[in-house]
């Protein structure tokens, strides 16, 4: 069973209404008292909009490393977005995709991502670490799994890949040494076995970074959407519902949320970034029998070859977490609504059964969805917009708690002038690719993500997630 003894166990019963049912973490944590909102004026040397990771470990380094007078507003509440919905994956990951990467920036700078990913990774861990955040933090690695014969090729060259930028302490597995760390198993047909990932609670990860900043004198109001930014002047002026903030500087770690701010600097960022839809969902917990069962004893994350499924993590309390990103996608015009979707969650659950078919009575818990963001440019976004009194961060393709944490530390350099090894990364200060205009955009991206599932749904055939080909095998071994 994937647990270890110091883990906190789940505080189920109270919760926050109503951003509870917004994902399992938010239910998960219990109460929630959030900071007040923001009424009156204030002022301030730099004000941080938005209040997920990347956002308050900025405001952190501030006001840990300067005098820096910091004000971080949120427009709901800590752990809202994607820092509260995400699936706790501590990963060197950078962007869309290693291998696309490569493919358009070249070797030298995909291998520097690769470097800037690892060290997000560490820096994430020793946050944890020396400051006793409790976000169920461990390090039992990732598994990246063929589970066909024909997915081989496809993990071999990511392998070859990683292996030709020098990530260290990769393994590829397969045969008897592969199925006997899942008793035997012979759905897994090939795997990386990879040792850089963590996995955390990202809601308790977040809120822990909210108390870290506010210790060294962040002020943070939630429920303060910033509803109109106006750079014109010689001060940025901010205003939310109830009050208003004149700035030195502004960060904005607005990350898939980006589009929907207001004002000139809204209109100049709405198209630097586009939110895609992700969908989770959670098992009831397992016994300790059932994980005896499948082998799955290392506590490691799975993802197979495949995109837009297969997605799988343990949580510290025993269930099975996993992403389908198959029936999410773009959102038409940027809508933010409709994060639900019962009959994937239903289909993606199957598909754990067919991996594990110890596993076949196993139940759904619970299912939520969020919103990642894309780039046109494929590679996260961390840089000046119109002159150096303005930051934006965002765009890390849904690889973003480990990388967030290190912007933080990064977008601190820039605001304070300080050049160092981070703010001299090939992407830092890069201007942004942006997508094209509506109505353009919009049928562009409906038709990317239409062949993207035909090719998902063309390569699930004549696997073991075939309907079809599910029955052939249960009338072979009948």
């Known amino acids: 069973m994937p647990l270890t003894t110091h883990l906190s166990q789940p505080r189920r019963g109270e919760t926050s209404s109503p951003h509870a049912g917004k994902s399992f973490w938010l239910a998960d944590y219990g109460a929630y008292n959030a ?24 405001a952190w380094h501030l006001a840990k490393d300067s005098s820096t007078r910091v004000i971080l507003i949120e427009s709901e509440i800590i752990g809202f977005g994607a820092s509260g919905r995400a699936a706790g994956w501590i990963m060197p990951q950078f962007g869309m995709d290693q291998l696309k990467i490569r493919a358009r920036y070249g070797f030298e700078r995909s291998q520097a991502a690769l470097t800037y990913g690892l060290e997000a990774v560490s820096y994430t861990g020793q946050i944890i670490s020396d400051h006793g955040i409790k976000s169920d933090y461990r390090r039992p690695g990732l598994m990246r799994v063929a589970f066909d014969d024909s997915w081989i090729n496809d993990l071999a060259a990511l392998y070859k890949n990683y292996d030709d930028l020098g990530l260290k302490g990769l393994h590829w597995s397969e045969g008897q040494e592969l199925h006997q760390q899942y008793n035997g198993n012979t759905n897994f047909k090939a795997a990386i076995v990879d040792p850089n990932l963590g996995l955390l609670n990202p809601c308790k990860q977040v809120r822990g970074l909210k108390a870290l900043a506010e210790s060294v004198g962040v ?101 099975i977490l996993f992403f389908f990103i198959y029936f999410g996608g773009h959102p038409k015009h940027g809508s933010m609504d409709g994060i639900h979707n019962y009959r994937g969650s239903q289909v993606s659950l199957d598909h754990v059964k067919r991996i594990f078919p110890a596993l076949a009575g196993i139940r759904l818990a619970e299912h939520w969805g969020g919103h990642m963001s894309a780039t046109r440019d494929l590679v996260p ?98």
């Open 219 to 319: 002020s943070i109001f939630e429920n303060s959407p910033a509803v109109h930014i106006d750079h014109s002047g010689g001060h940025i002026s901010v205003a939310t519902p109830a009050g208003c903030v004149a700035t030195e500087k502004i960060v904005l770690a607005t990350n898939a949320f980006t589009h929907l701010l207001q004002g000139p600097l809204g209109a100049e960022l709405k198209r630097v970034q586009a939110p895609v839809r992700a969908l989770a969902a959670v098992t009831e917990p397992l016994s300790q029998n059932q994980w005896q069962s499948i082998g799955w004893n290392r506590g490691n994350a799975i993802e197979s070859s495949l995109d837009l499924f297969h997605y799988l993590s343990p949580t510290a309390d025993g269930r």
């Open 381 to 478: 976004h961390l840089t000046h917009i119109g002159d150096e009194r303005v930051i934006y961060i965002g765009g890390c393709w849904g690889h973003g708690l480990a990388l967030s944490h290190l912007h933080g530390k990064t977008a601190a350099h820039l605001l304070l002038g300080k050049q160092s090894s981070l703010t001299d990364f090939w992407f830092i200060n890069r201007k942004p690719v942006k997508w094209p205009r509506y109505p353009i955009d919009a049928i562009g991206k409906q038709l990317a993500w239409a062949h993207l599932r035909r090719q998902t749904s063309a390569r699930l055939k004549k696997t073991i997630f075939d309907s079809r080909s599910a029955m052939e095998a249960q009338k072979t071994h009948a």
């Open 35 to 58: 900071s007040a909102s923001l009424r009156g004026a204030k002022t301030c040397d730099v004000l941080v909009v938005g209040g997920g990771i990347a956002g308050l470990s900025t």
